[in-house]
């Protein structure tokens, strides 16, 4: 299981690739792994307002439908259009092909409360 | 399989690689009158290819297809929070009593006082048995009865002029109350449990914006919230109100009642909790029960008796109908014909032995599969597929459990348990029964370690193996796309 020493990481399994005052955000391996088959994601709009903690789409397996959570507040500047069409990219390459969405940070000091990859790693660990 | 070399064995296929051109199942009488062409546009090209068959391969058709059911009837059916009772058939003798069987909806009150006085007397013996002030029989089935409960909860706030718009929902409640309250225009604040919901957390949680508390008692571990009466005492000293699901009433029925606890508003599964039929054997329906606070609000109209007589009444404060007539009157006389056929002393019997049959499995199987949560479970059990070794998952275990000839119980929910196994075994399971389920379900434990492909490759005693679940679900056909060509 892959834990990206350059990301951040959520409780709730997101992860976030820090790209200026932009944010791309996806949800990890381990979650991804333990969703299985995803079959239907759902984003939200480009110009969509979201709030840390807060759900901002879902994610369906086919064991289960699962919130995504916003890991910082501010705008949704791009979404990925190819996953709605293709969800598996997010269990073959949910660090990659599989990000979500992109947002324009509207208070960088949330991004502060982030883990990074060994304290998610021990997260996980310890959830498991 | 080879059909007719292997025994009686019927196999299916398709009604449309049944059919052949000018087949019918109908003669009409000769043409009296001159011949019309139809309007082209009153002609559907989309059902072009549609099957022509005679009545005798339409009937045969289904016949066999009804021989590859499972049911209640043909075996043990565990599916954990669905609850899939036993229907005792003297039920269905008074569904078909014809007096009651073939009232129309729309008599007149003064000439169907015999249907009245019955749905009278449930939503006398449904407030009695909850402990609530007040009962609807009107909603469809459970999904529509939790709606009507929270515009309930929605109307009550709002007459006395408050704009609450959350509702708290722990994360061991029902999977359909978050939805059910996102649908009557409130926000969803999840909140966590440990095993049962926590006073602390309500506190932490309960501001002057929550409307509601929606909680499942006991709750989808099946585990009694204990601290539900303080949780209630909070909740109303803050404004707000209690909604249970009442899903699983069924492991309280006649030792605890929802009312006394302080819950304000509850639906109930006449399917679930009495004996009526489930699911696609239904329909459902999904009756209300309130506290007499909250009764002026409940959907009208409801029956009254007036004197000797019954009649329909309402309420200005209503908030309207939820269904066209009266509801699933033929469900509500099973129901009452299961009150009434088991009495009060059986009722509680029943509970008694629904929640024995639970722990004696979780007994049985402590060991063999890991117990995430070790308190005493009441009338169902949640394991998980933790301890598994081989790369063996819950779905294996499911899958394997067809094998041995059971219906698999409900997989990876809750979803507080990773992989979970969670196993309702109703009150008319014999002991033979559930040893024979437990033998089988340790057996497979044994051959995740033997033997693990035997569960990875499960089922094969099945007409079709194992489905590949992603694909219909990312591509799904709907539609028989082989018009035209003979199978």
């Known amino acids: ?128 | 399989m080879i059909v007719g070399t292997s025994g009686l064995v019927l196999n299916e296929k398709l009604l449309f690689e049944h059919s052949d051109a000018g087949r019918k199942g109908y003669s009409l009488p000769a043409l009296d009158v001159p011949a019309t062409e139809l309007p082209d546009g009153l002609c559907r090209q989309e059902i072009a290819g549609f099957p022509e068959l005679s009545e005798v391969d339409v009937v045969r058709h289904f016949t066999r297809l009804s021989t590859w059911n499972y049911g209640v009837d043909s075996g043990f059916y565990p599916l954990g929070s669905c609850t899939m009772k036993y229907n005792p058939k003297v039920n269905e003798l008074a569904a078909r009593l014809p007096g009651l069987a073939d009232v129309h909806p729309a008599t007149p009150d003064h000439l169907a006082q015999g249907a009245l006085e019955m749905m009278f007397r449930l939503q006398e013996a449904l407030a009695e048995i909850s402990g609530f002030g007040a009962v609807t029989l009107q909603p469809a089935a459970g999904a529509q009865g939790e709606l009507t409960g929270m515009l309930v909860v929605r109307a009550w706030h709002e007459a006395r002029g408050s704009k609450r718009r959350k509702v708290l929902i722990p994360d061991t409640a029902h999977g359909t109350n978050p939805a059910t309250a996102a649908l009557a225009g409130f926000d969803v604040v999840p909140i966590a449990s440990e095993g049962v919901l926590t006073l602390a957390e309500v506190e932490a949680h309960m501001t002057d914006e929550v409307a509601a508390l929606m909680v499942t008692n006991p709750n989808t571990l099946g585990l009694f919230e204990t601290n539900i009466a303080a949780i209630c005492e909070v909740v109303h000293a803050r404004g707000g109100l209690v909604y249970c699901d009442g899903a699983n009433l069924n492991a309280l029925l006649g030792i605890a009642r929802p009312g006394d606890m302080g819950i304000d508003v509850m639906h109930f599964n006449l399917h679930k909790t009495f004996a009526t039929p489930h699911g696609g054997g239904g329909p459902g329906s999904g009756p209300v029960g309130v506290s007499a606070a909250l009764a002026p609000f409940l959907p009208g109209p409801w029956v009254i008796q007036d004197g000797d007589r019954y009649r329909f009444a309402g309420s200005s404060e209503s908030i309207g109908r939820m269904l066209a007539f009266h509801g699933n009157f033929g469900i509500m006389l099973r129901a009452y014909a299961y009150i009434r056929s088991m009495g009060a002393a059986g009722l509680k019997h029943a509970t008694e032995m629904a929640v024995l049959n639970a722990n004696y499995v979780r007994a049985r199987l402590e060991g063999g599969y890991h117990l995430p949560y070790a308190t005493r479970s009441l009338h169902e059990v949640v394991f998980s597929d933790r301890d598994l070794p081989n790369d063996c998952h819950t779905l294996d275990v499911a899958k394997r459990l067809i094998d041995y000839g059971y219906h698999p119980p409900t997989i990876y929910f809750p979803l507080v348990v990773k992989g979970s196994i969670m196993i309702e075994p109703t009150e008319t399971e014999s002991q033979e029964t559930l040893d024979e389920f437990c033998d089988a379900m340790l057996a497979i434990a044994k051959e995740a370690e033997m033997n693990p492909d035997l569960l990875h490759a499960a089922p094969v005693r099945t007409r079709v193996r194992r489905l590949d679940e992603t694909a219909a679900a990312r591509q799904p056909r709907l539609r028989w796309e082989g018009v035209g060509e003979k199978g």
Not at chain 1, 35 to 50: M, Q
């Open chain 1, 1 to 128: 299981m892959e834990f990206p020493e350059e990301f951040k990481y959520t409780e709730e399994h997101e992860w976030v690739q820090v790209e200026g005052d932009l944010v791309i955000v996806g949800i990890t391996d381990f979650a991804q792994d333990a969703l299985g088959d995803v079959v239907f994601v759902e984003l939200p709009e480009v110009g969509a307002e979201v709030t840390a903690g807060k759900a901002f789409g879902v994610v369906e397996s086919v064991k289960a439908v699962s919130d995504v959570y916003a890991p910082v507040s501010g705008t949704v500047e791009e979404i990925n259009e190819e996953l709605p069409d293709a969800p598996e990219v997010i269990n073959t390459s949910p660090y990659g092909d599989g990000w979500m969405i992109k947002i324009r940070v509207s208070d960088p000091a949330e991004l502060e409360g982030l883990m990074d990859a060994a304290e998610y790693q021990a997260h996980v660990a310890e959830e498991h």
